[in-house]
């Protein structure tokens, strides 16, 4: 994953988000080396370059968090692979989801690291954040998380806080329909790691990537105690609700069908954020 | 975004899809007997009666009035669509989806379609990359009736120019002759594509009132939805996650939430347009009684944010109801006292203001 040692640049950096969170990610202690803007100017004391190619070259970096605009998404995240960057987070909302299907293709065949689009990001509280999860809801602590939404998961992790429970990684996988990591495909990434003594999964109506996870927990023979929200029971069939994945079609992706196949799976599901805290602080 | 399966037929001819003949009520109707069909975002039509067969002019205007007042699935039917009944065929089923955890598009066929095809054994299927997609129809349809392969090519054809995730005929219309029709065409694009889909953009503003998510969507930049006419508390809310889980936990307390709502105040920009257009549009639902204000700001500063609130709430004064404010962010003390001097209580618990409701 990334420590405050992982030395990472920002493409689109001299952009009005690219100042910003380059500016609240070193104050989190994000070491941040390097950024790409046509203008070049540096920002915060971080040298810009025209090119990934040339920023990689001078600093070394090797994780990118891109502020770009949708249509230009797909082209920022193949400039970073073409310069050997090997983690790319991008918090851009609206990326077509066949810009993704071929971001998505690039990235394997480069094998690297995608973690969004739609994402707010990740973050190994104490040492590093790559995006913009807010300082009032992280602090270090044994609870892996991941999350389809953004703000739900501000909610839970600001009140488990509260309760003084922390995470020991904190992942934004985003709420598109393609993305560049799945919650399945952190399972062994949690199973394996020692900071983590429980996996809290933020999830929502549509698509089956929920299913997905509860099928890679059993593969795994996923050990630690699960605990998940769902949101978007009470739904209507056909309309999207703010995310491009939170749609659900007939009877797939529905409230019921995550909560059968997590349940099978060993996991505990909650229909509300006040009893997935009190399960979490009970259990550990 | 779901195409009612007029507007979806209608695009589909310009990809040599063809489809019976047929029209919207109130066109000039093709010969009969027909086929009376719901226009509806939904799938189970046929299982919901809100599609029916009509011999004559008197039964077509008795099916057609019924069937303009019916919802299916939750949703109220959005126009009538006749087409004319094309008479006995093969029903077959072709199909082109999203398949999002491969980051491909599944290929399926069947020589026999219908209601339940998701249960039946017998479908083919291929994952196939999106420039591969013509290569595996080719595979998938051999052996099967010429007519799915021509089918399935044509439509490859469109699902990579609409940036569809989702297009499927079933039934199928294949006639003893090999030639072929789209029974039903169900087609989902991809909402974030939309901008660079001048055909689609047209369309939603033509039909507005078919699409009135995508609609606001285009034209504001954020998320509405009446999720319940009758609901009685109004959702000023950020995020679509939290803003979901919000509807879910209130409807568990028996409560009637009327909208859902993200509306991104990353993209008010000091502005409080945003915030007085949506008042306006919760001061619409008959009747709301409460607005409840839930914003948890990553980086908002929620100074500004309760200002804008204030200036909002004052411009819309037909909202005469009591706001229940949470915020959680940058600078809640200088929200509080901005709130507070416009005799708004404001928390940082989300279950104590839903305790006020």
Same mark, same amino acid.
């Given at each position: 994953?990334?420590?405050?040692?992982?030395?990472?640049?920002?493409?689109?950096?001299?952009?009005?988000?690219?100042?910003?969170?380059?500016?609240?990610?070193?104050?989190?202690?994000?070491?941040?080396?390097?950024?790409?803007?046509?203008?070049?100017?540096?920002?915060?004391?971080?040298?810009? +370059?025209?090119?990934?190619?040339?920023?990689?070259?001078?600093?070394? @970096?090797?994780?990118?968090?891109?502020?770009? &605009?949708?249509?230009?998404?797909? #082209?920022?995240?193949?400039?970073?692979?073409?310069?050997?960057?090997?983690?790319?987070?991008?918090?851009?909302?609206?990326?077509?989801?066949?810009?993704?299907?071929?971001?998505?293709?690039?990235?394997?065949?480069?094998?690297?690291?995608?973690?969004?689009?739609?994402?707010?990001?990740?973050?190994?509280?104490?040492?590093?954040?790559?995006?913009?999860?807010?300082?009032?809801?992280?602090?270090?602590?044994? $609870?892996?998380?991941?999350?389809?939404?953004?703000?739900?998961?501000?909610?839970?992790?600001?009140?488990?806080?509260?309760?003084?429970?922390?995470?020991?990684?904190?992942?934004?996988?985003?709420?598109?329909?393609?993305?560049?990591? %799945?919650?399945?495909?952190?399972?062994?990434?949690?199973?394996?790691?020692?900071?983590?003594?429980?996996?809290?999964?933020?999830?929502?109506?549509?698509?089956?990537?929920?299913?997905?996870?509860?099928?890679?927990?059993?593969?795994?023979? +996923?050990?630690?105690?699960?605990?998940?929200?769902?949101?978007?029971?009470?739904?209507?069939?056909?309309?999207?609700?703010?995310?491009?994945?939170?749609?659900?079609?007939?009877?797939?992706?529905?409230?019921?069908?995550?909560?059968?196949?997590?349940?099978?799976?060993?996991?505990?599901?909650?229909?509300?954020?006040?009893?997935?805290?009190?399960?979490?602080?009970?259990?550990? | 975004?779901?195409?009612?399966?007029?507007?979806?037929?209608?695009?589909?001819?310009?990809?040599?899809?063809?489809?019976?003949?047929?029209?919207?009520?109130?066109?000039?109707?093709?010969? #009969?007997?027909?086929?009376?069909?719901?226009?509806?975002?939904?799938?189970?039509?046929?299982?919901?009666?809100?599609?029916?067969?009509?011999?004559?002019?008197?039964?077509?205007?008795?099916?057609?009035?019924?069937?303009?007042?019916?919802?299916?699935?939750?949703?109220?039917?959005?126009?009538?669509?006749?087409?004319?009944?094309?008479?006995?065929?093969?029903?077959?089923?072709?199909?082109?989806?999203?398949?999002?955890?491969?980051?491909?598009? %599944?290929?399926?066929?069947?020589?026999?379609?219908? $209601?339940?095809?998701?249960?039946?054994?017998?479908? %083919?299927?291929?994952?196939?990359?999106?420039? #591969?997609?013509?290569?595996?129809? %080719?595979?998938?349809?051999?052996?099967?009736?010429?007519?799915?392969?021509?089918?399935?090519?044509?439509?490859?054809?469109? +699902?990579?120019?609409?940036?569809?995730?989702?297009?499927?005929?079933?039934?199928?219309?294949?006639?003893? *002759?090999?030639?072929?029709?789209?029974?039903?065409?169900?087609?989902?694009?991809?909402?974030?594509?939309?901008?660079?889909?001048?055909?689609?953009?047209?369309?939603?503003?033509?039909?507005?009132?078919?699409?009135?998510? !995508?609609?606001?969507?285009?034209?504001?930049?954020?998320?509405?939805? !009446?999720?319940?006419?009758?609901?009685?508390?109004?959702?000023?809310?950020?995020? @679509?996650?939290?803003?979901?889980?919000?509807?879910?936990?209130?409807?568990?307390?028996?409560?009637?939430?009327?909208?859902?709502?993200?509306?991104?105040?990353?993209?008010?920009?000091? *502005?409080?347009?945003?915030?007085?257009?949506?008042?306006?549009?919760?001061? *619409?639902?008959?009747?709301?009684?409460?607005?409840? $204000?839930?914003?948890?700001?990553?980086?908002?500063?929620?100074?500004?944010?309760?200002?804008?609130?204030?200036? @909002?709430?004052?411009?819309?004064?037909?909202?005469?109801?009591?706001?229940?404010?949470?915020?959680? &962010?940058?600078?809640?003390?200088?929200?509080?006292?901005?709130?507070?001097?416009?005799?708004?209580?404001?928390?940082?618990?989300?279950?104590?203001?839903?305790?006020?409701?």
């Amino acid at each position: 994953m990334i420590d405050r040692t992982t030395r990472v640049l920002i493409q689109g950096i001299t952009g009005r988000a690219g100042r910003m969170h380059t500016r609240l990610m070193r104050g989190y202690g994000t070491n941040i080396v390097a950024g790409v803007s046509p203008r070049a100017e540096p920002v915060d004391g971080v040298p810009a +370059f025209t090119s990934c190619a040339e920023a990689v070259a001078a600093s070394g @970096a090797t994780a990118s968090v891109a502020f770009v &605009g949708a249509d230009a998404l797909l #082209g920022a995240i193949r400039e970073a692979l073409d310069a050997g960057v090997k983690l790319i987070v991008t918090p851009t909302e609206g990326m077509p989801v066949h810009d993704a299907m071929a971001a998505l293709a690039a990235v394997r065949a480069a094998g690297a690291r995608w973690i969004g689009a739609s994402t707010p990001g990740m973050a190994v509280p104490g040492e590093a954040k790559l995006g913009f999860l807010p300082e009032v809801a992280l602090a270090p602590g044994p $609870v892996g998380v991941m999350s389809k939404s953004g703000t739900l998961s501000y909610e839970v992790c600001y009140r488990l806080v509260r309760r003084g429970i922390g995470q020991s990684v904190w992942i934004g996988v985003g709420g598109d329909p393609v993305k560049g990591t %799945r919650y399945a495909d952190l399972v062994p990434y949690f199973a394996a790691d020692a900071r983590t003594r429980a996996l809290v999964m933020i999830g929502e109506i549509g698509g089956s990537e929920e299913e997905e996870l509860a099928v890679a927990l059993r593969a795994e023979r +996923f050990a630690k105690p699960v605990f998940a929200l769902v949101a978007g029971r009470s739904a209507r069939e056909g309309v999207t609700m703010g995310h491009a994945g939170a749609m659900v079609h007939g009877d797939a992706g529905s409230w019921a069908s995550k909560r059968a196949a997590l349940e099978e799976a060993g996991a505990r599901v909650f229909g509300a954020v006040a009893e997935l805290v009190e399960a979490v602080a009970a259990a550990l | 975004m779901y195409l009612l399966e007029h507007d979806a037929k209608t695009l589909a001819a310009g990809f040599a899809i063809p489809s019976p003949p047929g029209c919207l009520i109130g066109e000039a109707l093709p010969p #009969g007997p027909w086929v009376v069909k719901a226009q509806v975002a939904a799938g189970g039509r046929g299982k919901a009666g809100a599609i029916r067969k009509a011999a004559t002019m008197a039964e077509l205007d008795s099916h057609a009035r019924a069937i303009g007042a019916m919802s299916v699935r939750g949703q109220r039917v959005r126009g009538v669509r006749v087409e004319q009944d094309v008479g006995p065929a093969q029903e077959a089923y072709v199909a082109l989806l999203l398949d999002p955890a491969a980051g491909a598009v %599944r290929v399926l066929m069947a020589e026999q379609g219908g $209601v339940e095809i998701e249960q039946q054994a017998a479908v %083919r299927a291929e994952r196939a990359p999106l420039d #591969g997609i013509e290569a595996a129809v %080719r595979r998938v349809g051999a052996g099967l009736a010429p007519a799915l392969t021509e089918a399935g090519l044509a439509l490859a054809a469109m +699902f990579r120019a609409c940036e569809a995730v989702l297009i499927e005929i079933n039934p199928l219309f294949v006639r003893a *002759d090999g030639s072929w029709l789209a029974g039903d065409l169900k087609l989902i694009t991809d909402d974030n594509a939309l901008y660079r889909q001048p055909a689609l953009r047209a369309l939603v503003e033509r039909n507005a009132a078919a699409y009135p998510e !995508v609609r606001l969507k285009l034209e504001h930049g954020f998320d509405y939805v !009446v999720v319940d006419e009758a609901g009685d508390i109004g959702l000023l809310t950020t995020g @679509a996650g939290l803003s979901m889980m919000l509807i879910d936990e209130l409807r568990a307390r028996g409560l009637r939430p009327y909208n859902f709502l993200d509306v991104r105040t990353g993209g008010m920009r000091g *502005d409080p347009a945003r915030l007085i257009r949506v008042l306006e549009w919760i001061a *619409d639902g008959p009747n709301v009684r409460v607005v409840l $204000v839930n914003i948890f700001a990553g980086i908002t500063h929620l100074g500004e944010f309760a200002r804008l609130l204030v200036q @909002a709430r004052a411009a819309v004064p037909r909202l005469a109801v009591p706001f229940v404010v949470r915020l959680v &962010g940058t600078a809640f003390e200088e929200a509080e006292q901005v709130l507070g001097a416009a005799g708004i209580p404001v928390t940082t618990d989300l279950e104590q203001a839903v305790a006020k409701l």
